[in-house]
């Protein structure tokens, strides 16, 4: 399978991932390290929020639904009362059609499952990328 990386070119555009398991943050990190892009990282929803406060540049988040603490589907419902055009993105190993339908009830914009796939992940984060550009 091909690589839809390719030459993709990241630099100067930012994202958020909110997880606190660190192997599922690697791989994240890996994953999208080679498009230059900047990462923020939160390890639970209250962290989330206070970053997208104080970076408004952050573009996208990346939301594990389970965190320690305040969960993802509560900070999404802040954060996206505060930013609504800021696209959430749920990443959880429960992915049942209830599970995706309580992402979407909480503001957030797309799910994706875990194991994500890397072409998948990039895909997604390039939809939203270009939407943000175009406006």
């Not at 540049?57 to 639904?65: G, H, K, P, S, W």
């Not at 009830?105 to 994706?112: K, L």
């Not at 890397?118 to 270009?130: G, Q, R, S, T």
């Amino acid at each position: 399978m091909t690589s839809v990386r390719g030459d993709i070119n990241w630099q100067g555009r930012n994202i958020l991932i909110v997880e606190d398991d660190q192997i599922c943050f690697s791989y994240l990190d890996v994953l999208l390290r080679p498009t230059h892009v900047t990462i923020f990282h939160a390890l639970e929803g209250q962290q989330a929020i206070n970053l997208c406060n104080a970076h408004p540049e952050i573009e996208i988040v990346l939301m594990d639904v389970r965190l320690p603490g305040m969960n993802g589907l509560d900070a999404t419902r802040v954060i996206t009362s505060i930013r609504k055009d800021l696209p959430v993105i749920a990443q959880t190993a429960y992915a049942s059609e209830d599970d995706q339908k309580a992402a979407y009830s909480a503001g957030c914009w797309d799910f994706i499952a875990k194991p994500i796939p890397a072409n998948d992940m990039i895909k997604m984060i390039k939809k939203y990328l270009e939407r943000e550009k175009e406006n």
